[in-house]
């Protein structure tokens, strides 16, 4: 889904997606057939209209839009880059490009199937090798875009590629995961299996005793201990561990 994206008529079409953190010659495809699970309606487009300052439509507005009430200032702001997708239901204003089923608000939204389609191309991921030499290079501006995507993205693609970063050789990039690791709260029932690896076996950099990163993988851990009841006990035998208490 994306303002940039064309609708044709029972069609996918595809777009490189230049500004995602999988690269610049990746493909993403802009579904012209998206469907409502909630509703069981096709889902309906408005090019060049974004919520006015009011924010978006109230729920129980949506039927008579979706059935041809017109949208209309001040409720919308014409003439923006932005696209309205709406069905009975749901509704949601997109700027940039989104994957389906990532919207807080329509999470009932998916392809309905393009059985007339000339082409299918599938979105193609970055292997975590190559998305984590790309948050490791000193000019990298990825992990603030990284860390603006939803948990599935997360869980999916950024995961994996900061695992590999938390044993980097170089100490800021070991630094950024594992703050990384920290601010991503809504990780740690995944994030944690690796913390505690790590504390169990020390490797490089973190079997110094006194080390910055020993330190900070303590910090991590602690947090994730006063938020993860079922694996406290195991979580603070790990931090007595890091603290030579065991």
């Known amino acids: 889904m994306g303002s940039w994206l064309p609708q044709a008529d029972d069609e996918p079409w595809r777009r490189q997606a230049k500004d995602e953190p999988w690269g610049e010659h990746d493909e993403v495809i802009g579904c012209s057939r998206l469907v409502c699970g909630d509703c069981k309606v096709r889902v309906k487009t408005f090019d060049c209209m974004s919520f006015s300052v009011a924010g ?8 008579a839009i979706y059935e041809g009430t017109p949208l209309s200032p001040p ?12 069905c ?10 989104k994957e389906v089923g990532w919207l807080d608000h329509a999470d009932g939204w998916c392809c309905g199937g393009h059985p007339n389609a000339r082409r299918h191309v599938p979105v193609v ?10 948050l490791a290079a000193p000019t990298s501006s990825l992990w603030e875009r990284l860390s603006a995507y939803r948990h599935p993205y997360l869980l999916r693609i950024g995961w994996p590629a900061v695992t590999l970063l938390l044993v980097h050789a170089d100490a800021r990039v070991r630094e950024r995961a594992l703050a990384f690791v920290e601010a991503w709260t809504v990780g740690f029932p995944v994030t ?21 990163d020993r330190l900070a993988l303590a910090r991590v851990l602690a947090l994730q201990a006063a938020r993860l009841e079922p694996r406290r006990a195991v979580i603070e035998h790990a931090l007595r561990v890091l603290r030579g208490d065991e």
């Open 192 to 212: 944690s299996s690796r913390l505690l690896d790590l504390a169990k076996r020390c490797p490089p950099p973190y079997d110094d005793d006194d080390g910055p």
């Open 88 to 97: 009975k239901c749901s509704i949601a204003e997109i700027g940039g490009v």
């Open 75 to 86: 409720r919308v702001t014409w003439g923006t880059r932005d696209r309205i997708y709406l």
């Open 125 to 134: 991921y970055p292997s975590a090798e190559v998305l984590a030499a790309k």
């Open 56 to 63: 978006p439509l109230a729920r129980e507005e949506l039927p």
